[in-house]
Nanobody, 111 residues
Framework: QVQLVESGGGLVQPGGSLRLSCAAS????????MKWYRQAPGKEREWVAG???????NYADSVKGRFTISRDNAKKTVYLQMNSLRFEDTAVYYC?????WGRGTQVTVSS
């Protein structure tokens, strides 16, 4: 059974940074692509970034140039480095592996 556990969320001021982590268990991590999604209050869940098994990355336009997704296969962990955070980045962030989801980690950008 695949388990995904996100961590690293918190409260940060606009312009600040956070690094989210998603630890995977119960799967052969290296063969799968991973994705980050987010869901803001009152809005639908939206895709943020993805990384393939080979390390290729892609990003939503809203975060391109500010967020960086990476993975450490030895630790079975995917990361999301978030810089230059904006109010509109406030959301619960989820990691995804195929049809498996974590419980999410809250990111709040507020002054």
């Amino acid at each position: 059974q695949v388990q995904l556990v996100e961590s690293g969320g918190g409260l940060v001021q606009p312009g600040g940074s956070l690094r989210l982590s998603c630890a995977a268990s119960g799967t052969i991590f290296t063969i799968y692509g991973m994705k980050w999604y987010r869901q803001a209050p009152g809005k639908e869940r939206e895709w943020v970034a993805g990384i393939s098994s080979g390390g290729s990355t892609n990003y939503a336009d809203s975060v391109k140039g500010r967020f960086t997704i990476s993975r450490d296969n030895a630790k079975k962990t995917v990361y999301l480095q978030m810089n230059s955070l904006r109010f509109e980045d406030t959301a619960v962030y989820y990691c995804n592996l195929i049809n498996n989801w974590g419980r999410g980690t809250q990111v709040t950008v507020s002054s």
